[in-house]
C-alpha cells in the first residue's frame, strides 16, 4: 500500500539517534504548536522509523473520538508509560472489558450524587485557608495538588489522607516524571533491566499500592456500604458471579485517584495564574462573589450566580488544558480526511495546540474569558474546546471536577489575596498533566471579615 501523507517533515535515523541519546526534555506543548503554525491542524513528522500524526482539527477530532473510536486504542507507547501505575484500570484498557468497567464506575459519578459533594469541597477548602496566614509564601500547586487529593479521597474512598497528602504528592510527581521520560525514550527498555529510574519507580508505585490497599482493607473490615465508589466496586460481579479481585479494584482505585484530583489541581493552579497576571478579571471575579456570597459558605445552590467566574475557568482550561493531548493508535488502516492512518501509527489529539490555533480563536494567546459568554461560547465551533475529551471516553469525572474547581475558586476568592512571587518563571510542562515546570510560589494576604465556619 503507498501511504500518501498529510504535511509534515522527516527526520533522519542518525539526527533522532542523536537526539535521544543527548538525554534533552522533549517538550510537546511548543512542538505541537510549531508544528501546527508550519505545517496545519493536520500534519505529520517521522522521526526515524517513527511516523507520529499530529491532528489538531475540530472535524478529525469528532471523527476519531466520536465517530470511529471503535477503530483506535490508546497507544501502545501510553500503556508502556502508564501501566506499571495505573495497570488495566479506565485510562489504559480497551474494548468490552473497558465498557463493563466504565458502566460499573459510572454511578459514582451522576449529578444527584455528585451534588451531595459540594459540603465536602468547601469544609475542606476552607480547612485549608485555616492554615493560611497574611504575608506567607505558598507554594499554589502544592496546596491545590493536595487539597484536591484529600477532597477525591474523602468524596469517592470516605477516606481521610491528610496526614499521607504531601507524601503522595511526592509520589506522583515522581511517578508522573518517569512515566514522561518513558513516553518521550523512544525505545521501551524492558522493566527487567536494572536501571535505578525503573527501580524507583516500581518502589514508588508500591508505596501509593499500600495507600490504596488501606482503603480497601478498611472498607472490608467495616463492611459498610457508604454508596461511594470503592462500595460500588467492592459490591460489583461479574456475569459468573465474582467479585472484583484485588489487582482490578486497586487499577481503578488508582486511575480515579489521579484523574480525580490531578486535573482538577492542575486547572485551579492554572486559573489563579491567569488572575494573578489579569487584575482587572480578579476584580469582576472578587464583586460578584462577594455579591453571591456575602459573609456565609459556598453552596452548590450559588453557582448559577457564579457565572462570570466559571468563564474564566473555562478560559483558563482553554490554554492550560490540564490533559494536553491524547494519543490513539488505530488498530486497522482508518482513511480521515483523505489521508490514510496505517495500523499501529502514532497518533496525537494535540488538545493544546487546538485551543490555540488561531485559525479557531482570534488572538488565541490572549485571556479572554468573555469568549464563553453564552452569546459567544455558541459561536465556537464543535469539539474545538475539549478540556474533556469527547466521544465515549469523555472524562467520566468533568461535571464533578467542574463542580469543584467553581466551589474552591469561590471559597478562596472570598476569603484570600493571592499574588505571584517576582522573580519566577512559569512554564508549562506536560507531565501526564500540565504543570507549571518550576512550581508557582504565591505570597498570601487574608481578606478581612472573611467566615470561619465549622467543619462538618
Known sequence: MTITYPPGTRIGYLDTIRTLMSGAKFDMLQFSLDAQKQYGDYNFTKFGWVTFYLISDPKIMHEILVNQPEKFHKLKL????LGPFLGNGLLTN????????????????????IENYATIMVDFTQRMLDGWKTGETRQLDREMMKLTLNIVAKTLFDADVTK??????????RILEASNDRINSGVQLPDWLPLAKTRQMYSDVAELDAIIQRFIDERRASGDDKGDLLS??????????NPMDDKLLRDELMTIFLAGHETTAMAMTWTWYMLMMHPEVMVRVKAEVDEALGDRPATLADLANLKYSEMVLKESMRLYPPVASAGREPIEDVEISGYM???????????YAMHRNPQIFENPDVFDPERFSPEKEKQIPRYAYLPFGAGPRVCIGNSFAMMEARLLLATMVQQADISLVSGQKIEPMQLVTVRPANGMAVTVAMREGAPLPEMA
Open 341 to 351: 492512518l496505517p495500523k499501529g501509527s502514532l497518533v496525537t489529539l494535540a488538545i
Open 232 to 241: 460500588m466496586l467492592l459490591q460489583a460481579r461479574d456475569d459468573d458471579g
Open 164 to 173: 499521607d497528602a504531601d507524601r503522595v504528592g511526592e509520589l506522583l510527581t
Open 78 to 81: 501510553i500503556k508502556y508509560a
Open 94 to 113: 480497551e474494548g468490552d472489558f473497558w465498557k463493563r468497567q466504565r458502566k460499573l464506575a459510572q454511578p459514582a459519578f451522576h449529578s444527584k450524587r
